[in-house]
């Protein structure tokens, strides 16, 4: 059967198929869809719907219960139902009459999307056909941004990856990434907490030859030390991660925190005689120099896991990338949540560029998901962005901005009506960008 989620003619307001015995119920609804712009196949029996199926790609089925004459009881429309559910679990809407009210509603928990009762009503059945195409299409596009990655990394079509941004310092780690990836190499990533360690070693695998095989992740920090014992040897019968890996890649997340008998109990699962088919990527917030000594791994271990480090950039470190990250998580947010797609002003967007987002890629997602949750006008403005200020331990440097702290307002109005409210010169007087002038004044009700 060819892919009912596949898409059609992107001009087209929909392809239905319709599967139905009656002629004249085939032609009223191709009347009817056909005015605004659907194109409806007919099919008369379910075995002539996989044929249609089978022959190109569709947006909704719109199927009939019963086909013999007589027959009331939908018994001979589920099992094409049930059928059509398991290739797709979103591409049908069921028709009933007005009689079989609890028949549509077994549909329903049968994995139907939505159902029309006969006689319809035109408009009605426009409305339920034009609501069922822009849900599939809605769920298509958001799987689509899904699979190109939640927190920034694009899958193609080849099981390739790529990292968006366009800075040098990500560019750097695309390519060792396209470098040691073909590689069995194992592969340490150091970087602050949020950076997408978990994604380039990730997009390493994807662009490996093993990407067909297993992805097993273990959260080393997140888990006490039974537990992760557990989850990479396995528990109770249960087997764990590095099992599961074989043929494909174990990642280890925040691997310096492993308790020295951790570390003793894999360096001897590693060295077994018999090798396990196991490429290791692993990953951690500690510096090189953290790594060894009394609380950092052994070098023994060390030396198994670090062939090729990776350093992941933070976004104060990656110029221009912040905004084109934001942009996506907007889009992808924005689908998922059904909102309709909105443009960052230009203060949100310089807004976004300068703020050197303490908790990095992690915390910039999680600020455009409320955006899009919270937004109501056109366009997403300056306000409706949560900018989180930098922790007094934040490594992000000092900027030589005016200590606005005390009488920040009072300064602000000052600055403002010196400069007959021309925002650009005030932020200039008060030594700020032009955003955080925004910032401050939004903070203020000004």
Same mark, same amino acid.
């Given at each position: 059967m060819s892919d009912v989620t596949s898409s059609p003619d992107p001009s087209s307001a929909g392809h239905v198929l319709f599967v139905d015995d009656d002629e004249d119920v085939l032609k009223a609804a191709r009347l009817a869809l056909g005015r605004h712009g659907m194109r409806v196949t007919p099919a008369r029996h379910p075995t002539e719907a996989w044929s249609v199926l089978a022959a190109g790609p569709v947006d909704v089925v719109l199927l009939d219960l019963n086909f013999s004459r007589g027959a009331t009881t939908g018994e001979e429309g589920f099992q094409c139902l049930t059928d059509i559910v398991a290739q797709d679990p979103d591409a049908v809407v069921v028709v009933t009459g007005h009689s079989g009210v609890n028949i549509a509603v077994a549909a329903m928990r049968a994995g139907a999307s939505d159902f029309v009762m006969k006689?319809?009503?035109? @408009? %009605?059945?426009?409305?339920?056909?034009?609501? /069922?195409?822009?849900?599939?299409?809605?769920? +298509?596009? &958001?799987?689509?941004?899904?699979?190109?990655?939640?927190?920034? $990394?694009?899958?193609?079509?080849?099981?390739? /990856? #790529?990292?968006?941004?366009?800075?040098?310092?990500?560019?750097?780690? %695309?390519?060792?990434? +396209?470098?040691?990836?073909?590689?069995?190499?194992?592969?340490?990533?150091?970087?602050?907490?949020?950076?997408?360690?978990?994604?380039?070693? =990730?997009?390493?695998?994807?662009?490996?030859?093993? *990407?067909? =095989?297993? !992805?097993?992740? $273990? @959260?080393?920090?997140?888990?006490?030390? @039974?537990?992760?014992?557990?989850?990479? !040897?396995?528990?109770? &019968?249960?087997?764990? #991660?590095?099992?599961?890996? %074989?043929?494909?890649?174990? !990642?280890?997340?925040?691997?310096?925190?492993?308790?020295? +008998?951790?570390? /003793?109990?894999?360096?001897?699962?590693?060295?077994?005689?018999? *090798?396990? @088919?196991? +490429?290791? $990527?692993?990953?951690?917030?500690?510096?090189?120099? *953290?790594?060894r000594g009394r609380d950092g791994l052994r070098d023994d271990l060390l030396f198994r896991l670090n062939t090729v480090e990776i350093i992941a950039p933070p976004l104060r470190e990656r110029p221009g990338d912040a905004l084109i990250l934001a942009e996506h998580f907007l889009r992808l947010f924005a689908l998922r949540y059904g909102k309709p797609a909105r443009r960052l002003s230009p203060e949100a967007a310089e807004a976004i560029a300068e703020h050197p987002w303490p908790g990095d890629v992690r915390a910039l997602r999680q600020a455009m998901e409320r955006c899009v949750i919270f937004s109501e006008g056109g366009r997403h403005e300056l306000a409706d962005i949560p900018l989180a200020e930098p922790a007094e331990d934040s490594p992000v440097p000092a900027r030589p901005t005016l200590d606005l702290a005390r009488s920040e307002r009072a300064l602000i109005v000052q600055a403002l009506k010196k400069n007959a409210f021309n925002v650009s010169h005030a932020a200039r007087q008060l030594g700020l960008s032009r955003a955080s002038l925004y910032r401050r004044m939004a903070k203020h009700g000004l």
């Open positions: 006689p319809w009503r035109n @408009d %009605r059945l426009v409305a339920t056909m034009q609501a /069922a195409v822009e849900l599939r299409r809605r769920r +298509r596009e &958001g799987a689509a941004l899904t699979a190109r990655g939640a927190n920034g $990394v694009a899958a193609y079509p080849d099981g390739g /990856a #790529a990292i968006l941004g366009d800075s040098p310092a990500i560019q750097r780690v %695309r390519a060792v990434i +396209r470098r040691v990836a073909p590689t069995d190499a194992p592969v340490l990533i150091h970087g602050e907490a949020g950076t997408g360690k978990s994604l380039m070693a =990730r997009a390493i695998h994807m662009q490996s030859a093993r *990407a067909e =095989r297993p !992805f097993a992740p $273990v @959260d080393i920090g997140g888990l006490g030390e @039974d537990a992760a014992s557990a989850a990479l !040897f396995g528990d109770a &019968g249960a087997p764990g #991660a590095l099992a599961e890996a %074989r043929g494909g890649t174990l !990642f280890l997340d925040e691997a310096g925190e492993m308790t020295p +008998r951790l570390q /003793a109990r894999l360096l001897a699962a590693l060295e077994q005689p018999v *090798a396990m @088919d196991i +490429r290791i $990527v692993a990953a951690t917030r500690r510096r090189r120099e *953290a790594l």
